[in-house]
């Protein structure tokens, strides 16, 4: 009985450790690729999304980041979480830190900021073809090569 209690066991963590980690990272860049959906009350046919796709949104972070000074001369670097939600029109809002990034704080605003200033999204429509609001979260990488 022990033996099976304790393959069910390893099986049971190597398929909870076996999960795919972001999609894709760049570099010297800090967008993760990866747009978690948070709390959506609706059936979504089609979520919400950035002009262009994601690609596009990617690049829009690589062309519009401002690195903080702290990142530069202390070396700095961490994750983001960033939470926003995209309006029935496409406009963003609700902008805001869910975790910060320790011994970095202009790197926070850095990543509002440039949430912040996104041109609008195409809204996420419902089955009844209306479009909703949708709030995400995304990982923002900073580092410092």
Same mark, same amino acid.
């Given at each position: 009985?022990?033996?099976?209690? =304790?393959?069910?066991?390893? #099986?049971? !963590?190597? %398929? +909870? =450790?076996?999960?795919?980690?972001?999609?894709?990272? #760049?570099?010297?860049?800090?967008?993760?690729? $990866?747009?978690?959906?948070?709390?959506? @009350?609706?059936?979504?046919?089609?979520?919400? !999304?950035? /002009?262009?796709?994601?690609?596009? *949104?990617?690049? #829009?972070?690589?062309?519009? %980041?401002?690195?903080?000074?702290?990142?530069?001369?202390?070396?700095?670097? +961490? $994750? &983001?979480i960033i939470q926003f939600s995209?309006?029935?029109?496409?406009? &963003? !809002?609700?902008?805001? %830190?869910?975790?910060?990034? !320790?011994?970095? @704080?202009?790197?926070d605003k850095e990543a509002?900021?440039?949430?912040?200033?996104? /041109?609008?999204?195409?809204?996420?429509?419902?089955?009844?073809?209306?479009?909703?609001?949708?709030?995400?979260?995304?990982?923002?990488? *900073?580092?410092?090569?």
């Amino acid at each position: 009985m022990r033996q099976v209690v =304790l393959i069910v066991m390893l #099986y049971i !963590s190597s %398929v +909870g =450790l076996s999960q795919k980690p972001d999609r894709f990272i #760049y570099n010297s860049q800090q967008y993760s690729g $990866k747009l978690t959906t948070i709390n959506q @009350p609706w059936p979504v046919v089609c979520g919400a !999304s950035f /002009p262009g796709g994601e690609n596009a *949104f990617a690049n #829009y972070f690589k062309e519009n %980041v401002v690195y903080p000074d702290e990142l530069m001369e202390y070396g700095v670097s +961490g $994750k &983001i979480i960033i939470q926003f939600s995209i309006e029935p029109d496409g406009s &963003i !809002s609700n902008v805001f %830190v869910r975790r910060g990034m !320790s011994g970095c @704080p202009e790197c926070d605003k850095e990543a509002v900021r440039l949430l912040e200033n996104m /041109p609008k999204w195409t809204p996420a429509v419902t089955i009844k073809n209306q479009t909703v609001k949708t709030t995400y979260q995304i990982p923002v990488f *900073f580092r410092n090569h």
